[in-house]
């Protein structure tokens, strides 16, 4: 403590002087308030309550108000506030409902001066009228809020929010008769104390419970707020409607939020969990706070600035049993540790960077760059002579813009919008969307859909153009007759089952099938649909053809697969052949002899009439040993390739369109990620319809839900056009039912269906019921209404 800077500061005839000190409690705070010449300051929590003055050196205890020998829950406190009028006068919120009041100028032990049972369930908060020596105002856990005179011995009014419950309540600064209340459906509420019926006005302020507001001290009309959603909010409240000016996004949770005195932009706040620091935000620079004080090990759970108009001493209250005195001269300053560059890559390929304006020089040798508007924009902030931190003065961006054709997007607009994703086949989708890439010169992409097509597709739905195989531009068809036996092969060829795919050395590498015959004739062996391609015989493209589909080269087969065996039960036993039973020993034989050379081996077995479905055994085998699954890992490494190139909409079409097949092999954040910046693309390109259909299409549970939150209908009068502003059936302006039914003329409280064309509409039974006799509207427009 040695170390840290003094303050002094004048205030009119008194005099603030002291350091960054501390004490330590005997438990835990929740609420702490200073008294008004700022010499004292009385902590509260569930097993303290006291009073301290604060010296220069050091906190000194005064007065402990948890007097007797059980002390009853009276004085377990949630809050605290002493009046700042009458120095003698506190006011606590205890946690069984009751609101106390405290004296201390009497002679007694004990100070308690009123109790109020009123409230049913605990107060969360008590606030004095800034002018008003006799007024209290309290919001509890049970939805209410009570305006007590200390005159007397019950409240005076009650104020009902129709709401969860009361969070906070701060009188106003400014205004006389006006208080805002906070409440935990996220709405906050101005009152008027002389209207206890009604609020005045309501708006929602956060997403989640709002846990405080406090209105500025210069200005009448701000009023902060924070909420749960980590968000501290400063509203306008001077224009009909609360106009949001300013939004600080913290890490956590607000508890706290207080604006510093005689600094019109800043505000410090408190975190209600996680985070134990305090922060000092300009509201103008909303990212990063400008001071930051970092002294307690546990949650924050009261702040105050020590004197009304002193900006330099902060005091606070923690869970960690501690009581702080923070001068602002020793707090950190984050924007020392932030990084004064910044780099941005636009979505059209536009390059900004900005920087401190002593690092942006001018090279009188860099060569101009083609797109280059380098006309730095200046941000520049006038220094402050009382400003506690001199940071980055100003600024300038550079921005560097594109030629406008070298990077376009239309193959991604266009990608998006004729993709088909469900409502076909697979093979139908995979077919789609290969012609779809190869139309817009995406090559890759679309040999990519043809091979899903061909790994996860049974071949009997594929084109017959597929099935020729081509020996040379000059080859014949050679038809397939029959398919032989399993008995008849097994005869044929002896004791060997081994199909050896070395003696195909010799062999054509391709051989022409007819597109008019079968792949199999016999009918109780047909390929049936989703069974698996024969994907060992299928290459790349060849001379530009790519439909054409090729018998793989086993010579470059990997050799570390073992050998193809043929099984017992491959296919289903067909009937004898009895043409020529021996027309595959013959061949056999002949192949085998070695005084046979390769090319009459090759010719003999290409014989027209005895020969037999090479593909059909192979296919058969294929299946026995590489099920679809058994690519899994391979199309799984393909769409991390397209996501980690940038092209996530390839990897979320491939998954949406594979769906189970594939989802199992990639786990579920890897997914949310890709689908997270697929959407961002598709509505940044303003393609709402194609982002929904991928929401909807997801099976990941976060995505699922984006679709089905943060949904606003906007609802207009029926009868002035205007938007409705108030919830209810009545517009506030033209005073006439907003949804009236045109065939039964009452108020529609329910489910309401209207025309597109003439906007008249009513109950659903209501016009089901008029259209099944009439066509035209009910409400006597003349239009024809059609339900759909």
């Known amino acids: 403590m040695e170390k840290m800077a003094r303050v002094t500061t004048a205030l009119g005839g008194n005099t603030l002087t002291g350091r960054t000190m501390y004490c330590h409690l005997d438990a835990p705070a929740n609420a702490i308030s200073v008294c008004r010449d700022a010499a004292q300051v009385v902590v509260a929590g569930r097993n303290i309550f006291k009073i301290y003055a604060i010296e220069e050196e050091q906190f000194v205890e005064k007065l402990n108000l948890r007097v007797g020998r059980k002390p009853s829950l009276n004085f377990s406190c949630a809050d605290v506030v002493w009046h700042q009028m009458d120095e003698n006068l506190l006011a606590t919120a205890a946690t069984n409902g009751v609101v106390v009041t405290w004296n201390l100028g009497k002679p007694s032990r004990n100070k308690q001066d009123q109790l109020f049972t009123e409230h049913k369930r605990t107060v969360n908060k ?61 709405n906050v509420q101005l009152w008027d104390i002389r209207r206890p019926d009604r609020y005045e006005r309501m708006f929602t302020a956060h997403n989640g419970p709002v846990f405080c507001c406090d209105w500025h001290p210069e200005d009448r009309g701000w009023l902060a707020t924070g909420g749960r959603d980590k968000m501290v909010k400063v509203w306008d409240m001077n224009t009909n409607r609360a106009k949001e000016i300013y939004c600080v996004q913290s890490i956590a949770s607000v508890a706290r939020v207080k604006w510093r005195p005689e600094c019109k932009h800043h505000l410090a706040t408190c975190s209600m969990m996680v985070d134990h620091n305090i922060y000092v935000w300009d509201v103008r620079r909303p990212y990063i706070p400008s001071a930051m004080f970092e002294e307690h090990r546990d949650v924050t759970t009261g702040i105050v600035w020590r004197h009304l108009h002193d900006p330099y001493f902060l005091l606070s209250g923690s869970k960690d049993s501690t009581l702080y005195q923070h001068i602002f001269k020793d707090a950190s300053q984050p924007i020392e540790r932030a990084n004064p560059e910044g780099l941005c890559y636009g979505l059209f390929g536009d390059l900004a960077f900005a920087a401190k304006e002593s690092l942006v020089t001018v090279d009188s040798n860099r060569k101009p760059y083609p797109g280059d508007r380098r006309h730095p924009i200046f941000f520049k902030r006038k220094l402050d002579p009382t400003e506690q931190f001199e940071s980055v003065s100003s600024s300038a961006l550079s921005v560097f813009e594109t030629e406008p054709d070298s990077s376009s997007m239309g193959w991604f607009v266009d990608t998006a919008r004729r993709y088909a994703l469900a409502g076909r086949s697979l093979a139908e989708l995979c077919d789609h969307n290969a012609k779809v890439a190869k139309e817009l010169s995406r090559n890759q992409v679309a040999q990519t859909w043809t091979m899903l097509r061909i790994i996860y597709c049974s071949p009997g739905t594929m084109p017959s153009a597929n099935l020729n195989h081509s020996i040379g531009k000059g080859s014949t068809s050679l038809p397939l007759m029959n398919s032989f036996s399993l008995k008849d092969m097994a005869s044929g060829m002896g004791s060997e089952a081994r199909l050896d795919w070395s003696k195909g050395e010799n062999r054509s590498e391709n051989l022409l099938l007819d597109s008019s015959t079968t792949l199999i004739t016999n009918d109780e062996n047909e390929e049936t649909e989703g069974s698996d391609v024969p994907a060992d015989y299928l290459l790349g493209d060849v001379e530009g053809d790519e439909d054409e589909l090729y018998l793989m080269d086993h010579e470059n087969a990997h050799t570390e697969e073992p050998e193809y065996v043929l099984p017992q039960e491959a296919f289903p036993l067909r009937h004898e052949i009895v043409d020529n039973p021996s027309g595959p020993d013959h061949l056999q034989d002949k192949a085998d002899s070695p005084h046979v050379s390769g090319n009459e081996a090759e010719t003999v077995s290409l014989t027209p009439v005895e020969s037999f479905s090479l593909i059909s055994i192979s296919h058969t085998l294929y299946e026995s040993r590489l099920p679809p699954d058994f690519f899994s890992a391979l199309v799984r490494d393909m769409l991390r390739f397209y996501a980690e190139q940038g092209d996530v909409q390839m990897a979320v079409s491939v998954l949406i369109v594979l769906g189970e097949r594939i989802r199992k092999e990639i786990d579920e954040q890897t997914q949310e990620h890709w689908y997270t910046s697929y959407i961002d693309l598709l509505q940044r390109f303003r393609l709402w319809n194609i982002s929904n259909q991928v929401i909807k299409l997801s099976t990941c549970r976060a995505i699922t839900c984006l679709n089905q939150a943060s949904t606003t209908l906007h609802v207009n009068c029926s009868n002035c056009k205007r938007p409705m502003s108030n919830k209810g059936w009545i517009c506030d302006r033209c005073r006439q039912c907003a949804s009236t039914c045109a065939v039964c003329h009452h108020v529609v409280k329910g489910l309401f269906v209207w025309c597109q064309g003439c906007s008249h509409g009513g109950h659903l039974q209501h016009i089901l019921k008029w259209l099944e006799s009439s066509t035209h509207c009910p409400a006597g427009c003349g239009h024809l209404c059609e339900y759909t």
């Open 126 to 186: 008590v606030c004095f009228h800034p002018t008003e020596a006799y007024m209290l105002l309290s919001g509890s856990q049970d939805g209410y809020m009570k305006c007590f005179d200390l005159r007397k011995k019950d409240s005076v009014s009650t104020f009902s929010g129709q709401s969860e419950s009361v969070r906070d309540v701060q009188f106003s600064i400014r205004d006389y008769f006006t208080f805002a209340a906070t409440f935990e459906n996220g």
